[in-house]
């Protein structure tokens, strides 16, 4: 039970205790329903889901799978009605079919993928009373496949690096892959990083480039042999078809005719996300993570600035500000001697891990900063530019979001096992651990507040793991109190202020299953770590969004433990019985006394 005084502002629930139940676990008082699961129609004319005969053109009227980000945008004001956009990050084709031969893939089953990766958007619907979201058939509804035609825009758009036989003006793609996190820009449109695209082409050791290693284009035969039935995922056929995913795509969800965007001015890598921030003069402020070992975080400061309200005009507007501006790299240094940063986690002198930072310019329209580099390689080639100029390299930064009132900007860098391996980069202050399990949560405070400014000040707000071990900090706070948490992934702000944080520990790092946990950042409680929910076996949680009366997360690849397949299933969630485990959507609301409550008091 709660002490007085002792519980922050919109989290009073009793913290769920770390399991490895097949199901999603909520705090009592809570109610939790699937909204919809991968294979749901979501138009009228699309079959009801049949997992021993799935079809291309079914699964293109479907639910995708592995849902990860998901935006719920109200339209009305009571948020009763919403779009809910999801991206479906990747496919898990050993789950998807029984008896399942990856070296030989069936031509239908490979179309089943292209069709169940994108994006989806859905109506969504809930009484006054309940939180239970209710899909529905509406005018919006609309799937973004591998087929999905994108405009290329912005600075890269029309480089020879993006043209290929099929569109050589380089600027118009079909698809987007591996659509990981995202965000809601302030216009009402969604974000959505296109991250592990490296998968899906094969052939790159015939080409020998670097510029190809460097973002883990490796190898002959790729995984999912996509390849065999389309040349533009052979390099040997199509070397510019990679260059043309890895960005930061916009999409437009209240106008299903629109042409999603990709915006070439964020520049090109494994873009977990994107999240944009508004500057006092109107100029936008776009920060976006590279996920991967040793990566680097980014940011964007636009030239133009935006126009209010939400009509059309406005919003076609404000989807070009992403077009031109400057992209930068973040460098940071810490405030301790190295020396005092032994791997172990344990605390420096002055008993913080911080210290200051600078933003480096990488390119700006077609301007380059990086000696050796044309603007147009910036942005195609960012990776390599963000070397040159000395970036920080960071444990897998994932989200990024800026607080709603402080603009105090959260970074979530998930973990990083390689970290001072032989031939690796050693700790650092903003990186402190070796064979960093759990990762760490990281707060950089612009100078003067202003998301404009070059130069900033970072501290590590949390360094997660078990709280009974040396190595974790949770800002100070009773570690006595805390609930555990390993690899921190998704960010989101509830309307007090406390941030929320889902996890994805690849069901090895933590040794129980992956969540949702919150606390506050400011005031007397901040630290004070609560878990709210978890999902079920092999599953991670992926999407948080923090309403009201509703809280919403994905719950991505149910059942993905070693050695499991549609075989062998490791999780019968969401179905139960002997079914299949189907990634879904879950909504979470408080009901007590036949009334909704608002969530955590
Ligand atoms: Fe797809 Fe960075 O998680
Ligand atoms: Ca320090
Ligand atoms: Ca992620
Ligand atoms: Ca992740």
């Not at 636009?302 to 973040?330: E, I, W």
């Not at 970036?391 to 970290?419: F, W």
């Not at 970072?458 to 805390?482: M, N």
Request: a negative charge.
């Amino acid at each position: 039970t709660a002490r007085a005084g002792t519980v922050p502002r919109g989290l009073d629930f009793t913290p769920v205790r770390p399991n490895t139940l097949d199901q999603v676990t909520v705090p009592d008082g809570y109610r939790q329903a699937v909204v919809i699961r991968w294979g749901d129609p979501l138009f009228p004319d699309a079959p009801a889901f049949d997992f021993d005969h799935q079809s291309a053109a079914a699964q293109a009227r479907q639910f995708g799978y592995n849902c990860d980000f998901a935006a719920l945008l109200p339209l009305d004001p009571l948020g009763l009605a919403n779009l809910l956009v999801t991206n479906h990050e990747y496919t898990t084709e050993e789950f998807m079919f029984r008896g399942y031969d990856a070296e030989n893939p069936t031509e239908e089953q490979v179309r089943v993928s292209w069709a169940a990766h994108g994006m989806s958007v859905l109506l969504v619907t809930r009484t006054p009373s309940s939180g239970r979201l209710t899909p529905r058939f509406s005018r919006h509804n609309r799937r973004i496949t591998l087929h999905t035609p994108f405009e290329v825009r912005g600075p890269a758009a029309g480089s020879k690096y993006l043209k290929t036989s099929a569109d050589p003006t380089g600027t118009r793609v079909l698809g987007t892959v591996n659509n990981c996190a995202g965000g809601v820009t302030p216009w009402g449109t969604v974000l959505s990083g296109e991250e592990n695209f490296n998968q899906y082409f094969a052939n790159a050791d015939a080409l020998a480039d670097p510029r190809l290693s460097r973002y883990g284009v490796t190898g002959t035969a790729s995984e999912r042999k996509w390849e065999r039935f389309d040349e533009r995922f052979d390099l040997t056929k199509e070397p510019n078809e990679v260059n043309r995913f890895g960005w930061v795509v916009e999409l437009d969800p209240h106008d299903p005719t629109s042409t999603p965007v990709k915006h070439t001015a964020l520049g090109r890598f494994k873009h977990e996300c994107a999240n944009v921030r508004v500057a006092d003069d109107g100029r936008v402020v776009a920060y976006s993570g590279d996920d991967e070992r040793f990566e680097y975080i980014y940011k964007f400061i636009s030239k133009g600035k935006v126009r209010k309200g939400d009509s059309k005009a406005a919003r076609r507007h404000n989807m070009t500000l992403l077009d031109d501006g400057t992209l930068y790299v973040a460098k940071f240094t810490g405030d301790s001697p190295p020396e005092e940063i032994d791997g172990t986690g344990k605390l420096p002198a002055d008993g913080r891990f911080g210290g200051s930072g600078e933003w480096i310019p990488l390119a700006s329209g077609t301007k380059s900063f990086v000696p050796g580099f044309t603007a147009e390689e910036v942005y195609v080639f960012t990776r390599l530019a963000a070397d040159a100029a000395g970036a920080t390299k960071m444990d897998r930064p994932e989200d990024i979001q800026t607080h709603p009132r402080t603009g105090v900007v959260y970074c979530a860098l998930s973990n990083n096992v390689d970290r001072g391996l032989a031939g690796k980069e050693g700790p650092t202050e903003a990186n402190p651990r070796v064979d960093n399990r759990h990762g760490q949560v990281l707060e950089l405070t612009e100078r003067g507040g202003d998301p404009r400014a070059l130069t900033f000040a970072w501290g590590l707000l949390l360094v997660c793991g078990d709280p009974e071990s040396p190595d974790t900090y949770f800002a100070g706070f009773d570690k006595s109190r805390v609930s555990p948490i390993s690899s921190p992934d998704n960010l989101a702000f509830d309307r007090h202020g406390n941030l929320w944080i889902s996890t994805d520990s690849e069901g090895k790092l933590a040794g129980y299953n992956d969540g949702l946990l919150a606390l506050p950042v400011e005031g007397p409680e901040r630290g004070h770590l609560k878990a709210f929910l978890t999902v079920p076996r092999g599953a991670e949680t992926c999407g948080p969004v923090i309403g009201e009366k509703v809280v919403t997360v994905c719950v991505q690849h149910p059942g993905e433990v070693d050695g499991a397949s549609a075989d062998n299933p490791a999780s019968h969630w969401p179905d139960g019985g002997d079914s299949q485990p189907r990634p879904a959507v879950v909504a979470v609301w408080r009901e007590e006394g036949g009334k909704l409550r608002d969530i955590g008091g």
